[in-house]
């Protein structure tokens, strides 16, 4: 039987069919799993449908990592403070960005979050998709009440955001852009005078209405360069480059995968294996998640053969007790992050209206470890809600946040997972995956990897 994360809370409260976690909203319950709400006056169904999280440097040189979660479009965004090289964060909210009353963020701020670690002077940003308007607001944490957009005002510019923050790297922020004809990706860097620099994408046959940009995923390199994946559902494709560290327009080592359908809805990379190049998942848009090695994927598509999959996972394959995983739409989001600091990335995959103990849309996720022969889907974990309610929705929205930043080698990240109808989003700091399981304290991440 797959591992399921409530069943690690003989920490906690046991019950009927295994255990739960309780409903937890602070650290200081000692909680496996932390719960956090919409905060007071969100007048919007919807917080934790969106959600993001980052790593950045504070004046001082401080390392932090965040959260930040919006309703969706139309709505303001809070930032939470998650971890830092002092330790806990306590999820203590730090701000809420882009009010109703805030001119600078154009009326569809919230469709889209992600956080970069500069831009101008600031630092610790939030990026702030507001599709509709074609543009990107800024709202930074050494400064929240200044806000400043970019944008190119069509095209859907802001629905999609990924961020370049690899060490050494100039901050960059790619923009997709994907009802501009084919669909484009742009540029945003960190200094605000700079306009959105369009990227020269190799799209070759793709026609408008392709939606290049619709989803956009990024990989660090440990030389300041990136890779670039680039989602195009409308043409059932994903596109992927490599980015220079210093000019963003400088892309090379092209590479395409194709499937059906709206393949290329959902995409991620991290390095599975631990070779230090990472591997690119796929939503295929039918109930599937593809990994594929990026060099079976090099090149235009077409050429030569289909490349064969590292894996393919399906929502049957991973589910633990409970879960019903019909019309689950398992894939609705993905991410990768390592959660038991083994230098493997694993991987986040959400599956926002499977029913659980009979929940209709409870929702639910799954972890998949990775490990040097690829992914284990034996060894999967589910994620579920202690608050389970049918139409929940858990799993619409997922990332993975840094933890153990005061202990250097053994970072490490976390789940985070958001709602579409359940007004919060959840924090498992235990998965039960070998390495991160109880070890006789209280939460994970007092043990050691």
Not at 35 to 54: I, L, M, N, Q
Request: glycine share 16%.
């Amino acid at each position: 039987m797959r591992r399921v994360a409530p069943l690690l809370c003989a920490l906690v409260l046991p019950l009927l069919m295994g255990c739960n976690p309780k409903h937890f909203d602070d650290f200081k319950s000692q909680a496996p799993v932390v719960e956090v709400k919409a905060p007071g006056g969100f007048d919007r169904v919807g917080f934790g449908s969106v959600v993001t999280a980052y790593t950045t440097s504070l004046p001082g040189g401080l390392v932090a990592s965040r959260v930040a979660s919006s309703a969706g479009a139309g709505t303001p965004f809070a930032l939470y403070d998650t971890w830092d090289q002092d330790g806990f964060g306590g999820f203590a909210r730090l701000f809420i960005g882009c009010k109703p009353d805030d001119a600078v963020c154009p009326a569809s701020s919230g469709a889209a979050l992600a956080g970069i670690p500069s831009y101008g002077a600031e630092q610790s940003c939030v990026a702030v998709g507001a599709p509709n308007a074609g543009r990107v607001a800024f709202a930074c944490e050494t400064s929240p009440d200044t806000v400043v957009s970019v944008g190119t005002g069509n095209g859907l510019f802001g629905a999609a955001l990924a961020a370049n923050d690899a060490p050494g790297a100039k901050a960059v922020l790619f923009v997709g852009a994907p009802e501009n004809n084919a669909g484009e990706v742009y540029a945003v860097t960190g200094t605000p005078s700079d306009p959105p620099i369009l990227l020269p994408l190799p799209t070759g046959d793709i026609a408008n209405g392709g939606e290049v940009g619709a989803a956009l995923a990024v990989a660090p390199m440990a030389d300041g360069s990136a890779v670039l994946a680039v989602g195009a559902p409308g043409a059932g494709r994903v596109l992927t480059v490599t980015v220079d560290k210093d000019d963003p327009t400088l892309i090379g080592a092209p590479g395409c995968v194709a499937g059906s359908g709206t393949f290329g809805s959902a995409i991620a990379l991290g390095d599975v294996t631990g070779d230090g190049a990472p591997e690119l998942a796929v939503s295929d848009g039918a109930g599937a998640v593809v990994v594929y090695a990026l060099s079976s994927i090099a090149g235009a598509c077409g050429a030569g053969s289909p490349p064969a999959p590292l894996a393919r996972l399906a929502c049957a394959d991973l589910a633990g007790e409970g879960v019903d995983c019909a019309g689950a739409d398992f894939g609705r989001a993905i991410a990768f992050g390592d959660v038991n600091a083994d230098g493997h990335a694993d991987l986040l995959i959400g599956a926002p209206a499977a029913s659980v103990d009979g929940d209709a849309g409870a929702g639910a996720a799954f972890v998949v470890p990775g490990g040097s022969a690829g992914l284990d889907a034996t060894s999967a974990a589910t994620l579920r809600a202690s608050s389970n309610a049918a139409q929940h929705g858990l799993g619409y929205a997922v990332a993975m946040v840094q933890t153990r930043l005061d202990a250097p080698g053994a970072t490490r990240d976390e789940p985070v997972v958001g709602t579409q109808g359940g007004d919060r989003f959840y924090v498992f700091l235990c998965t039960g995956l070998s390495g991160d399981a109880p070890g006789g304290k209280t939460r994970c991440l007092e043990t050691t990897p």
